[in-house]
C-alpha cells in the first residue's frame, strides 16, 4: 500500500498564477480530505468528498479556491491567481469511511505552494 | 471559535517523565476523539484514538482518558523518550459527519 500520494511535493508559483494540486487516496478509501497548514493557524480543514460526492466545503475560500474529485482514485485542489497568503503546505487526507475506522484519517506528504 | 482547543502551545520534560496532554473541546455530538503525531516536515500521523463509548484506552506507554462530561480529553504518556519531541495534534469527530475538526497542536520536547 502506496499510502497516500500527493504530487508535486513543492511548487513555486508567482502571484496571479494557477496552481493545481493532485492527490491519490489510498485505494479502497471512500472518503478524501484537504486541509491547509500554516505555523499561525495550524491545520485548517478546506473541504472533504465522500464516494466522490462533494460532502462540506466550509473550510474552503469562496474565491479562487475549487476542488473535484472526478474519480475514486484522485482529487485536485485548485488555486486561482494565487497570493502570497495562499503559501503553506496543503495535505490530503483519506479515510475508509466504514464502521470504526472511519475516521481514521491518513495524510499523504503535503505539498508545499510558495506564492512568490 | 476553536471547537477543539489545546491549552499549552509547548511543552518541555525531561527524559523518563510522565506527561500529560491535554483537549477541550465544546460540541457535544462529538463521538470520536483522536490525537496525531507530527514530526517537523512530516504530515500527521494517528497515535491513539478513542470512541465515546468508553472513558479509557491504553497503547503501551500513551493512554488517552476520556472527560465527556467535562468536554475534555488528555494523552498520557508514560517513561517519555527524545524519540517523542514532535508536535500532537488532538481531534474529535461527530458520528453524522467523518470529518475532524483539529487542535492546533502542543509541540513536545523531551530532553535526553
Known amino acids: 500500500n502506496a499510502g497516500v500520494i500527493q504530487t508535486p511535493r513543492h511548487k513555486v508559483t508567482g502571484k496571479g498564477q494557477e496552481a493545481t494540486l493532485w492527490c491519490e487516496p489510498i485505494s479502497g478509501h471512500s472518503a478524501v480530505f484537504w486541509y491547509r497548514q500554516t505555523i499561525v493557524q495550524g491545520l485548517e480543514f478546506l473541504t472533504y468528498?465522500?464516494?466522490?460526492?462533494?460532502?462540506?466545503d466550509s473550510g474552503m475560500p469562496k474565491e479562487r479556491f475549487s476542488a473535484q474529485m472526478p474519480n475514486q482514485s484522485h482529487s485536485t485542489l485548485k488555486i486561482q491567481s494565487t497570493q502570497p497568503q495562499d503559501s503553506a503546505v496543503y495535505l490530503c487526507?483519506?479515510?475508509?469511511?466504514?464502521?470504526?475506522?472511519?475516521?481514521?484519517?491518513?495524510f499523504g506528504p503535503g505539498t508545499r505552494l510558495t506564492v512568490l | 471559535g476553536q471547537q477543539v482547543k489545546q491549552s499549552s502551545p509547548s511543552l518541555t520534560v525531561q527524559e523518563g517523565g510522565i506527561l500529560i496532554l491535554n483537549c477541550d473541546y465544546e460540541?457535544?455530538?462529538?463521538?470520536?476523539f483522536a490525537w496525531y503525531k507530527k514530526y517537523p516536515d512530516n504530515s500527521p500521523t494517528l497515535l491513539i484514538s478513542?470512541?465515546?463509548n468508553v472513558d479509557k484506552r491504553e497503547d503501551g506507554r500513551f493512554t488517552v482518558f476520556l472527560n465527556k462530561s467535562g468536554k475534555h480529553f488528555s494523552l498520557h504518556i508514560t517513561a517519555s523518550q527524545p524519540e517523542d519531541t514532535a508536535v500532537y495534534l488532538c481531534a474529535a469527530g461527530a458520528s453524522d459527519n467523518s470529518k475532524l475538526i483539529w487542535g492546533l497542536g502542543t509541540s513536545l520536547v523531551v530532553n535526553p
Open positions: 468528498f465522500r464516494n466522490q460526492a462533494p460532502i462540506d
Open positions: 487526507a483519506s479515510s475508509s469511511g466504514l464502521g470504526r475506522s472511519s475516521y481514521e484519517q491518513y
Open positions: 478513542v470512541r465515546s
Open positions: 460540541n457535544d455530538m462529538f463521538d470520536y
